[in-house]
């Protein structure tokens, strides 16, 4: 519980982020790919200091509020994020046999050759459109966090986010989740939507 009514925010602004796959490919189907994405999040929380308040891994996409750890714009992390999951997912894949793996790999190199790009294989789209969440915004900052957790829901996957395993809604319920999130807790301060502090 928090005292003095102080909300427990982040001192710095923070960001929405969303990754999309190339082509919004289905590609996060598979337990072993979904794992590629939690570890590689744990990892950037233990080796880059990463604030990560709310996650959500789609078919197609990865929603996050974060903040980086000298609160920098997110430009940094995504390009290492995404240069760390890209070799390690297509690993994943040529080690699971998927049956999609041979079309996968020609839209993730069609689409590098697009771009122009050195690199053989592009896995995940450039833009991520981040929107800056300022220190003084914490019904945005709640409203972001609820809408991440809200989209297994909206997808039809779960009835409840709390009940989707590969997103922080479970945190927020006290649930310990796949990732090391931090839980925002602003007391009196919920959205209308499914958040809960604790």
């Known amino acids: 519980m928090l005292s003095n009514n102080q909300p427990d925010i982040p001192l710095d602004a923070c960001y929405f982020l969303t990754f999309n796959i190339v082509d919004k490919i289905d590609l996060f189907v598979r337990p072993a ?14 080796a880059q200091g990463l ?15 974060l903040r980086t750890r000298d609160g920098a714009a997110p430009a ?4 290492d994020f995404k240069r760390y999951t890209t070799p390690a997912m297509l690993k994943t894949i040529e080690m699971e046999m998927d049956l999609r793996r041979d079309w996968m790999l020609q839209r993730f190199e069609g689409y590098g050759k697009t771009l122009r790009r050195l690199d053989k294989y592009h896995l995940w789209q450039n833009c991520s459109s981040p929107l800056r969440i300022e220190n003084d915004q914490p019904r945005l900052l709640m409203d972001q966090i609820a809408h991440v957790h809200e989209n297994p829901v909206r997808e039809g996957i779960v009835d409840q986010p709390e009940a989707y395993l590969f997103s922080s809604a479970r945190d927020y319920t006290g649930i310990r ?7 925002v807790q602003v007391q009196g301060l919920l959205s209308g939507r499914r958040i809960s502090a604790n």
Not at 51 to 65: A, E, I, K, N, Q
Not at 177 to 183: D, P, R, S
């Open 33 to 46: 790919y979904k794992t590629v994405i939690t570890d590689a999040l744990n990892h950037f929380i233990r």
């Open 51 to 65: 604030h990560l308040y709310s996650w959500c891994l789609m078919s197609s996409h990865l929603h996050l509020v």
């Open 76 to 79: 940094y992390f995504e390009r």
């Open 177 to 183: 989740g796949l990732v090391a999130v931090k839980v």
